[in-house]
């Protein structure tokens, strides 16, 4: 990994680490509001679209979408011509694909799904269908002949497909493609929108900027009836729907995305400074990560006159220290970020307040601003003894986060059942001490098989 990747690998980390604590903590009433989405409060979990704030639960999502963006200017590095446009659609095409493919199946081979009553047939076929696709995804790049590498994987994706299709499943149901994992659908949309935007962009920033407001135009306009409308609700040819796998509705996180653009490009250019690490590096860093933590209290709690006023001061005295480091792409990262958390704050009041879902544009400028105060501070504690290690096992699993995705659902917990240990996995939910450490357990499982897999060079990629 490069000297330079590794705030942004510490962010996708942290980001995919976060989405499995999340989701495998004691759910009820043995943890506080602040531990679940804000949406979704405890103790019965009820979706109410009108409770606005935030939780660091909320961010996860938003950081990923964003390390997203920023990883697109690592990977498309000269500018696109026309001779070379067609080679852009095909990359973009095929993850959009391979996306698609990843949320269908692995949805469809929880054991849960499987079967009302999983049983060990059910965790063994999710086993085999981790080990699919790994055939599928993994770049064989020990095999010297590309053909047999392609050959190979084209035949574990049928194969893949194949099975898939012809399953039952639970509740007596055959495969349908509305039964996916809608993260990984947002991601395989922002995937493909986000290649072709970046790679046409590339020497025209104001382009990507200027496609912002044109979405923002298509949300606002789609409520009244016209063209704009139809143009928005557009999802069918004839009798062939095709919005299990796009929705314009998803293309409100390149509010999230596009700017994570900007960071990638800025953290390209912070490797070739000459840039002094003193103790203003580490001073920016710890005002960023008391900047996170006071927005997400201020949100939460809802005190958002006191959180303005403390998030300026605190703006205010990390600009001032990161004027003396002496670094260019640190003042952008940090410009950018402050803009847009300002602007977030400024829309908090529409639409009833931040919200994750249904997700508002406070909720876009506000997650975009402090994901660029979490790369400030990931670049801020690299090589500051224990918290350079942090960073670095951080790093390690934002390196095949595909993996960590699924080794939760299709390893771990299938393991623990066949093994009777799930069981007293589940009951630890008698208070929050033990709510908290099951998460903390099962999280903990899934980053030490996703730190074996990059050890191993194993990743993931589409």
Same mark, same amino acid.
């Given at each position: 990994?490069?000297?330079?990747?590794?705030?942004?690998?510490?962010?996708?980390?942290?980001?995919?680490?976060?989405?499995?604590?999340?989701?495998?903590?004691?759910?009820?009433?043995?943890?506080?509001?602040?531990?679940?989405?804000?949406?979704?409060?405890?103790?019965?979990?009820?979706?109410?679209?009108?409770?606005?704030?935030? $939780?660091?639960?909320?961010?996860?999502?938003?950081?990923?979408?964003?390390?997203?963006?920023?990883?697109?200017?690592?990977?498309?590095?000269?500018?696109?011509?026309?001779?070379?446009?067609?080679?852009?659609?095909?990359?973009?095409?095929?993850?959009?694909?391979?996306?698609?493919?990843?949320?269908?199946?692995?949805?469809?081979?929880?054991?849960?799904?499987?079967?009302?009553?999983?049983?060990?047939?059910?965790?063994?076929?999710?086993? +085999?269908?981790?080990?699919?696709?790994?055939? +599928?995804?993994?770049?064989?790049?020990?095999?010297?002949?590309?053909?047999?590498?392609?050959?190979?994987?084209?035949?574990?994706?049928?194969?893949?497909?194949?099975?898939?299709?012809?399953?039952?499943?639970?509740?007596?149901?055959?495969?349908?493609?509305?039964?996916?994992? %809608? %993260?990984?659908?947002?991601?395989?949309?922002?995937?493909?929108?986000?290649?072709?935007?970046?790679?046409?962009?590339?020497?025209?920033?104001?382009?990507?900027?200027?496609?912002?407001?044109?979405?923002?135009?298509?949300?606002?306009?789609?409520?009244? !009836?016209?063209?704009?409308?139809?143009?928005?609700?557009?999802?069918?040819?004839?009798?062939?729907?095709?919005?299990?796998?796009?929705?314009?509705?998803?293309?409100?996180?390149?509010?999230?995305?596009?700017?994570?653009?900007?960071?990638?490009?800025? /953290?390209?250019?912070?490797?070739?400074?000459?840039?002094?690490?003193?103790?203003?590096?580490?001073?920016?860093?710890?005002? @960023?990560?008391?900047? %996170?933590?006071?927005?997400?209290?201020?949100?939460? $709690?809802?005190?958002?006159?006191?959180?303005?006023?403390?998030?300026?001061?605190?703006?205010?005295?990390?600009?001032?220290?990161?004027?003396?480091?002496?670094?260019?792409?640190?003042?952008?990262?940090?410009?950018?970020?402050?803009?847009?958390?300002?602007?977030? /704050?400024?829309?908090?009041?529409?639409?009833?307040?931040?919200?994750?879902?249904?997700?508002?544009?406070?909720?876009?400028?506000?997650?975009?601003?402090?994901?660029?105060?979490?790369?400030?501070?990931?670049?801020?504690?690299?090589?500051?003894?224990?918290?350079?290690?942090?960073?670095?096992?951080?790093?390690?699993?934002?390196?095949?986060?595909?993996?960590?995705? +699924?080794?939760?659902?299709?390893?771990?917990?299938?393991?623990?059942?066949?093994?009777?240990?799930?069981?007293?996995? !589940?009951?630890?939910?008698?208070?929050?001490?033990?709510?908290?450490?099951?998460?903390?357990?099962?999280? @903990?499982?899934?980053?030490? %098989?996703?730190?074996?897999? +990059?050890?191993?060079?194993?990743?993931?990629?589409?």
């Amino acid at each position: 990994m490069k000297e330079r990747q590794r705030s942004l690998d510490a962010l996708r980390g942290l980001a995919i680490l976060g989405m499995i604590l999340s989701g495998s903590i004691a759910f009820g009433d043995v943890l506080p509001g602040w531990m679940y989405h804000a949406q979704v409060p405890p103790p019965n979990h009820v979706f109410d679209p009108s409770k606005p704030g935030i $939780t660091w639960v909320d961010l996860v999502f938003p950081f990923f979408l964003f390390s997203m963006g920023a990883a697109f200017p690592q990977v498309i590095r000269q500018p696109i011509s026309l001779q070379a446009l067609p080679n852009l659609l095909w990359v973009a095409f095929r993850r959009f694909g391979l996306l698609l493919f990843f949320a269908l199946f692995t949805q469809h081979f929880k054991a849960w799904v499987l079967s009302d009553q999983p049983q060990l047939r059910e965790q063994i076929h999710s086993l +085999v269908a981790f080990g699919l696709l790994f055939i +599928v995804l993994y770049e064989w790049k020990s095999i010297a002949s590309s053909r047999v590498r392609l050959g190979l994987r084209l035949i574990a994706l049928l194969v893949s497909i194949g099975w898939m299709t012809q399953m039952h499943y639970a509740k007596g149901t055959d495969f349908d493609l509305y039964r996916s994992d %809608i %993260i990984i659908v947002v991601l395989a949309n922002m995937a493909l929108f986000g290649t072709i935007i970046y790679g046409l962009t590339q020497n025209r920033p104001w382009v990507r900027i200027g496609i912002l407001p044109l979405i923002m135009a298509v949300f606002l306009a789609s409520k009244q !009836d016209g063209w704009v409308k139809d143009f928005y609700s557009f999802h069918a040819i004839g009798p062939f729907s095709f919005d299990w796998a796009y929705k314009f509705y998803f293309l409100k996180y390149l509010f999230i995305v596009i700017p994570g653009m900007f960071a990638g490009e800025w /953290l390209i250019r912070l490797r070739t400074e000459d840039a002094r690490t003193s103790r203003h590096s580490i001073g920016s860093a710890a005002l @960023g990560l008391l900047l %996170i933590v006071w927005n997400l209290y201020g949100l939460y $709690t809802r005190q958002l006159g006191l959180n303005v006023v403390g998030s300026v001061l605190i703006l205010a005295l990390q600009y001032w220290l990161i004027r003396q480091a002496g670094s260019v792409a640190l003042r952008r990262l940090f410009e950018a970020g402050a803009y847009l958390l300002i602007l977030g /704050l400024c829309f908090e009041s529409l639409e009833g307040g931040i919200k994750k879902d249904p997700s508002n544009y406070s909720y876009y400028f506000v997650c975009s601003g402090l994901a660029f105060t979490a790369l400030i501070v990931f670049e801020g504690f690299r090589d500051r003894l224990l918290l350079s290690k942090a960073v670095g096992f951080l790093g390690l699993q934002g390196q095949n986060p595909m993996v960590a995705y +699924v080794a939760g659902s299709l390893v771990v917990l299938p393991i623990m059942t066949i093994l009777s240990v799930k069981s007293h996995w !589940d009951s630890m939910n008698q208070n929050a001490w033990m709510g908290f450490s099951k998460g903390v357990i099962f999280t @903990g499982l899934v980053a030490l %098989i996703t730190y074996l897999f +990059v050890k191993l060079r194993w990743f993931w990629r589409t």
